[in-house]
């Protein structure tokens, strides 16, 4: 179904998802820590003594996420840079002054 339709089912379900899922948790951990004023690394273990893993391991991974995602962002921002730095070299190639109509005349 994805292929046939270029991408849009895939979109329109992580959307779907995204909004019935993703938001309403994002909500209750904001609403949570701001009621019981708790880091999201202990709010979890009051709210019951089976969760105490739960927050340590939600720290962990937006850490491990935020470096993941530096990494990709330098990744590009290196690739953007070399692609400007072909596009100056090539600009300074091909510029007026090394091509003459002299140097290329058939006479």
């Known amino acids: 179904i994805v292929l046939r339709h ?3 089912a895939f979109l329109l379900l992580y959307g779907l998802l995204l909004v019935t899922i993703g938001c309403p948790l994002l909500l209750l951990e904001m609403f949570l820590g701001q ?12 709210l019951c003594p089976l969760l ?6 939600l720290c962990i991974h937006a850490g491990a996420r935020a470096v ?5 962002l330098m990744w590009t921002a290196q690739g ?6 072909q ?5 300074n190639i091909f510029s007026q002054e090394h091509f003459n109509e002299e140097h290329f005349s058939l006479g």
């Open 52 to 57: 105490t893993g739960l927050g340590p391991a």
């Open 6 to 8: 270029g991408g849009l």
């Open 35 to 46: 009621y019981s004023s708790m880091s999201s690394g202990t709010i979890f273990h009051h």
């Open 80 to 85: 953007m840079y070399r692609v400007f730095l």
């Open 68 to 72: 993941l995602q530096l990494a990709t």
């Open 87 to 91: 596009m100056e070299l090539k600009e």
